[in-house]
Protein backbone atom coordinates (compact mmCIF):
# COMPACT_ATOMS: atom_id res chain seq x y z
CA UNK A 1 0.00 0.00 0.00
CA UNK A 2 1.06 3.70 -0.54
CA UNK A 3 0.85 7.12 1.81
CA UNK A 4 1.19 10.44 1.04
CA UNK A 5 1.85 12.75 3.81
CA UNK A 6 1.56 16.05 3.03
CA UNK A 7 3.73 18.03 6.09
CA UNK A 8 2.25 21.79 5.87
CA UNK A 9 -1.56 21.63 6.50
CA UNK A 10 -2.19 25.86 5.39
CA UNK A 11 1.33 27.76 4.04
CA UNK A 12 0.85 31.54 4.08
CA UNK A 13 2.71 33.78 2.35
CA UNK A 14 3.01 37.22 0.74
CA UNK A 15 2.54 37.80 -3.28
CA UNK A 16 5.59 37.30 -5.19
CA UNK A 17 7.58 35.68 -2.43
CA UNK A 18 8.93 31.80 -3.36
CA UNK A 19 6.65 29.11 -1.41
CA UNK A 20 7.37 25.23 -1.33
CA UNK A 21 4.71 23.06 -0.57
CA UNK A 22 5.86 19.54 1.30
CA UNK A 23 5.13 16.06 0.12
CA UNK A 24 6.53 12.88 1.52
CA UNK A 25 5.60 9.31 0.44
CA UNK A 26 5.77 6.06 1.43
CA UNK A 27 5.23 2.52 -1.00
CA UNK A 28 7.23 -0.83 -0.91
CA UNK A 29 6.99 -1.02 -4.74
CA UNK A 30 8.20 2.14 -7.02
CA UNK A 31 5.54 5.20 -8.13
CA UNK A 32 4.58 8.05 -9.98
CA UNK A 33 3.56 11.28 -8.41
CA UNK A 34 1.01 13.53 -9.13
CA UNK A 35 0.66 17.10 -8.05
CA UNK A 36 -3.08 18.59 -8.38
CA UNK A 37 -4.79 22.25 -7.65
CA UNK A 38 -7.98 22.35 -6.57
CA UNK A 39 -9.34 26.20 -6.75
CA UNK A 40 -12.39 27.28 -4.88
CA UNK A 41 -15.63 25.84 -5.37
CA UNK A 42 -14.27 23.64 -8.54
CA UNK A 43 -13.01 20.29 -9.44
CA UNK A 44 -9.18 19.15 -9.17
CA UNK A 45 -6.85 20.34 -12.07
CA UNK A 46 -3.75 18.43 -12.75
CA UNK A 47 -0.38 20.52 -12.05
CA UNK A 48 2.42 18.33 -12.99
CA UNK A 49 3.23 14.45 -12.47
CA UNK A 50 6.47 12.59 -12.19
CA UNK A 51 6.61 9.50 -14.13
CA UNK A 52 10.44 8.63 -15.12
CA UNK A 53 13.29 10.54 -16.14
CA UNK A 54 14.30 13.98 -15.15
CA UNK A 55 13.97 14.16 -11.29
CA UNK A 56 12.65 17.79 -11.51
CA UNK A 57 9.35 18.15 -13.18
CA UNK A 58 8.17 21.46 -14.44
CA UNK A 59 3.92 21.94 -14.68
CA UNK A 60 1.38 24.69 -15.31
CA UNK A 61 1.43 27.76 -14.12
CA UNK A 62 5.03 28.40 -13.20
CA UNK A 63 4.99 25.46 -10.78
CA UNK A 64 8.03 22.94 -10.68
CA UNK A 65 8.60 19.68 -8.27
CA UNK A 66 11.74 17.56 -7.60
CA UNK A 67 11.16 13.90 -6.76
CA UNK A 68 13.83 12.58 -4.68
CA UNK A 69 13.86 8.97 -4.26
CA UNK A 70 16.43 9.00 -1.39
CA UNK A 71 14.14 10.81 0.72
CA UNK A 72 10.83 9.61 -0.72
CA UNK A 73 9.74 13.70 -1.59
CA UNK A 74 8.22 15.46 -4.40
CA UNK A 75 8.04 18.92 -3.10
CA UNK A 76 6.19 21.64 -5.19
CA UNK A 77 7.65 24.92 -5.61
CA UNK A 78 7.15 27.91 -7.47
CA UNK A 79 9.42 30.80 -7.18
CA UNK A 80 7.01 33.50 -7.14
CA UNK A 81 3.36 33.36 -6.00
CA UNK A 82 0.30 35.47 -7.39
CA UNK A 83 -2.80 36.46 -5.31
CA UNK A 84 -4.58 33.75 -8.32
CA UNK A 85 -2.68 30.92 -6.76
CA UNK A 86 -4.15 30.56 -3.82
CA UNK A 87 -5.69 27.25 -3.55
CA UNK A 88 -5.67 23.49 -2.11
CA UNK A 89 -2.68 21.49 -3.12
CA UNK A 90 -3.10 18.15 -3.21
CA UNK A 91 -0.23 15.40 -3.79
CA UNK A 92 -0.84 11.93 -4.75
CA UNK A 93 0.14 8.61 -5.48
CA UNK A 94 0.30 5.49 -7.78
CA UNK A 95 1.30 2.03 -7.87
CA UNK A 96 4.23 2.02 -11.05
CA UNK A 97 2.38 -0.29 -13.11
CA UNK A 98 -0.27 -1.32 -16.24
CA UNK A 99 -3.15 -2.34 -13.39
CA UNK A 100 -5.09 0.97 -13.72
CA UNK A 101 -4.70 1.64 -9.96
CA UNK A 102 -6.54 5.07 -8.34
CA UNK A 103 -4.62 7.84 -6.88
CA UNK A 104 -4.12 8.06 -3.72
CA UNK A 105 -4.17 11.65 -2.03
CA UNK A 106 -2.87 13.41 0.55
CA UNK A 107 -4.79 15.65 3.30
CA UNK A 108 -3.46 18.60 0.86
CA UNK A 109 -2.18 22.13 1.59
CA UNK A 110 -3.98 25.20 1.53
CA UNK A 111 -1.95 27.53 -0.18
CA UNK A 112 -2.74 30.91 1.16
CA UNK A 113 -1.28 34.23 -0.86
CA UNK A 114 -1.98 38.10 0.33
CA UNK A 115 -0.74 41.04 -1.23
CA UNK B 1 -7.47 14.70 -22.37
CA UNK B 2 -11.02 14.45 -21.20
CA UNK B 3 -14.06 17.01 -20.10
CA UNK B 4 -16.23 15.80 -17.65
CA UNK B 5 -19.30 16.95 -16.46
CA UNK B 6 -21.29 16.16 -13.39
CA UNK B 7 -24.78 16.66 -12.44
CA UNK B 8 -26.05 17.99 -10.23
CA UNK B 9 -23.62 19.74 -9.08
CA UNK B 10 -25.21 21.06 -5.64
CA UNK B 11 -27.88 19.82 -4.14
CA UNK B 12 -29.52 19.84 -0.60
CA UNK B 13 -30.99 16.35 0.38
CA UNK B 14 -33.49 15.52 2.94
CA UNK B 15 -32.40 12.89 5.36
CA UNK B 16 -33.37 9.23 4.69
CA UNK B 17 -33.67 10.16 0.64
CA UNK B 18 -31.46 9.21 -2.25
CA UNK B 19 -30.07 10.96 -4.65
CA UNK B 20 -28.10 10.12 -8.16
CA UNK B 21 -25.10 11.63 -9.31
CA UNK B 22 -24.31 11.83 -13.26
CA UNK B 23 -20.87 11.75 -14.93
CA UNK B 24 -20.45 12.00 -18.48
CA UNK B 25 -17.24 12.08 -20.24
CA UNK B 26 -16.63 13.73 -23.84
CA UNK B 27 -14.76 10.59 -24.61
CA UNK B 28 -14.63 6.65 -24.45
CA UNK B 29 -12.52 5.72 -21.14
CA UNK B 30 -11.85 2.57 -19.66
CA UNK B 31 -11.34 3.56 -15.92
CA UNK B 32 -13.95 5.56 -14.18
CA UNK B 33 -13.37 6.39 -10.20
CA UNK B 34 -15.92 7.96 -7.77
CA UNK B 35 -14.06 9.64 -4.57
CA UNK B 36 -15.67 11.56 -1.77
CA UNK B 37 -14.45 14.87 -0.39
CA UNK B 38 -15.70 15.73 3.04
CA UNK B 39 -15.59 19.70 3.88
CA UNK B 40 -11.96 20.65 4.46
CA UNK B 41 -10.41 16.62 3.75
CA UNK B 42 -8.83 14.93 1.46
CA UNK B 43 -10.29 12.69 -1.42
CA UNK B 44 -11.17 9.05 -0.60
CA UNK B 45 -11.99 6.52 -3.24
CA UNK B 46 -15.01 5.53 -3.25
CA UNK B 47 -14.99 3.00 -6.10
CA UNK B 48 -13.20 1.95 -9.33
CA UNK B 49 -16.04 1.24 -12.27
CA UNK B 50 -15.24 0.10 -15.12
CA UNK B 51 -17.34 -0.83 -17.72
CA UNK B 52 -18.14 -4.48 -17.88
CA UNK B 53 -17.64 -5.17 -15.03
CA UNK B 54 -18.89 -4.83 -11.59
CA UNK B 55 -17.74 -1.63 -9.10
CA UNK B 56 -14.98 -2.25 -7.01
CA UNK B 57 -15.59 -0.86 -3.73
CA UNK B 58 -12.48 0.41 -1.00
CA UNK B 59 -12.78 -0.52 2.74
CA UNK B 60 -15.70 1.16 4.63
CA UNK B 61 -17.94 1.78 1.46
CA UNK B 62 -20.50 -1.13 -0.02
CA UNK B 63 -22.54 -0.96 -2.76
CA UNK B 64 -26.22 -1.12 -0.99
CA UNK B 65 -25.06 2.59 0.17
CA UNK B 66 -23.37 3.55 -2.75
CA UNK B 67 -24.55 1.75 -6.08
CA UNK B 68 -22.95 2.20 -9.00
CA UNK B 69 -23.76 1.56 -12.92
CA UNK B 70 -21.46 1.96 -15.50
CA UNK B 71 -23.66 1.41 -18.97
CA UNK B 72 -21.01 2.33 -21.47
CA UNK B 73 -17.67 3.93 -21.86
CA UNK B 74 -18.90 7.77 -21.42
CA UNK B 75 -21.31 7.30 -18.80
CA UNK B 76 -21.43 6.56 -15.02
CA UNK B 77 -23.80 7.15 -11.92
CA UNK B 78 -23.38 7.32 -8.27
CA UNK B 79 -26.17 7.28 -5.86
CA UNK B 80 -25.78 8.13 -2.21
CA UNK B 81 -28.67 6.15 -0.69
CA UNK B 82 -31.05 6.66 2.51
CA UNK B 83 -28.21 9.71 2.96
CA UNK B 84 -27.53 10.74 6.79
CA UNK B 85 -25.88 13.84 7.80
CA UNK B 86 -22.68 12.42 7.69
CA UNK B 87 -22.93 12.08 3.89
CA UNK B 88 -22.58 15.55 3.33
CA UNK B 89 -19.82 15.46 1.09
CA UNK B 90 -18.45 16.71 -2.45
CA UNK B 91 -18.59 13.34 -4.65
CA UNK B 92 -16.15 13.95 -7.29
CA UNK B 93 -16.20 11.82 -10.42
CA UNK B 94 -12.58 10.98 -12.35
CA UNK B 95 -11.69 9.38 -15.45
CA UNK B 96 -8.05 7.71 -16.56
CA UNK B 97 -7.66 8.12 -19.99
CA UNK B 98 -6.06 4.82 -20.79
CA UNK B 99 -5.13 1.74 -18.43
CA UNK B 100 -1.29 3.02 -18.06
CA UNK B 101 -1.12 3.89 -13.86
CA UNK B 102 0.96 7.36 -15.55
CA UNK B 103 -1.88 8.35 -17.86
CA UNK B 104 -3.36 11.84 -16.21
CA UNK B 105 -6.83 11.21 -14.47
CA UNK B 106 -9.10 13.83 -14.46
CA UNK B 107 -11.90 14.71 -12.29
CA UNK B 108 -15.13 16.45 -12.71
CA UNK B 109 -15.90 19.77 -11.52
CA UNK B 110 -18.07 17.47 -8.22
CA UNK B 111 -21.44 17.19 -6.89
CA UNK B 112 -21.73 19.28 -3.22
CA UNK B 113 -24.40 17.12 -1.25
CA UNK B 114 -25.53 18.79 1.61
CA UNK B 115 -27.90 16.43 3.70
CA UNK B 116 -30.61 18.12 6.18
Known amino acids: AQSVTQLDSQVPVFEEAPVELRCNYS??????LFWYVQYPNQGLQLLLK??????LVKGINGFEAEFNKSQTSFHLRKPSVHISDTAEYFC?????????????FGKGTSLLVTP | SAVISQKPSRDICQRGTSLTIQCQVD?????MFWYRQQPGQSLTLIAT?????????ESGFVIDKFPISRPNLTFSTLTVSNMSPEDSSIYLC?????????????FGEGSWLTVV
Open chain 2, 94 to 106: SVRTGIFSGNTIY
Open chain 1, 27 to 32: SSVSVY
Open chain 1, 50 to 55: YLSGST
Open chain 1, 92 to 104: AVVPNSNSGYALN
Open chain 2, 27 to 31: SQVTM
Open chain 2, 49 to 57: ANQGSEATY
